[in-house]
């Protein structure tokens, strides 16, 4: 469930082309998750760091923010590697990387390093 909600608050984030692009490289099973409860709005959700955070760590009933932040960390890890980078900034993780905002960029760029 938490990485379902990761991907509905980060796909929610991209443009409608971007996020169908990181559907396109997605294995099957993962594909259908990426666009599970997809909104009929092509509006991009400008959410910043915290509110992500927040919107994880209340959907997927997380207990706090700093477990909400390890389990979104989690998420954009494995879906970075999923997409060919290691570093989250090369290739269509790049192109992710690119739609963010500063504070998320961070939480992206920071998502293969040790966990607290």
């Known amino acids: 469930s938490v990485t379902l909600v990761v ?8 443009t409608p082309k971007e996020a169908a692009d990181v559907a396109a490289q997605l294995p099957t099973p993962l594909k ?3 666009g599970a409860n997809r909104r ?15 919107r ?18 989690a998420v954009f890890g494995a879906l970075q590697l999923l997409l ?3 570093d989250g900034r090369t290739g269509e993780a790049g192109d992710v990387y690119s739609q963010l905002p500063k504070d998320l960029k961070a939480l992206w760029s920071a998502a293969n390093e040790a966990q607290p």
């Open 84 to 86: 060919g980078s290691s």
């Open 40 to 54: 009929p709005s092509t509006d991009v959700e400008k959410l910043h760091a915290a509110e992500f955070i927040g």
């Open 56 to 73: 994880v760590r209340q959907r997927a009933a997380l207990s706090d923010d700093r477990e909400a932040e390890r389990s979104v960390r």
């Open 32 to 34: 259908r998750l990426w």
């Open 7 to 14: 991907f509905e608050a980060l796909r929610d984030r991209l």
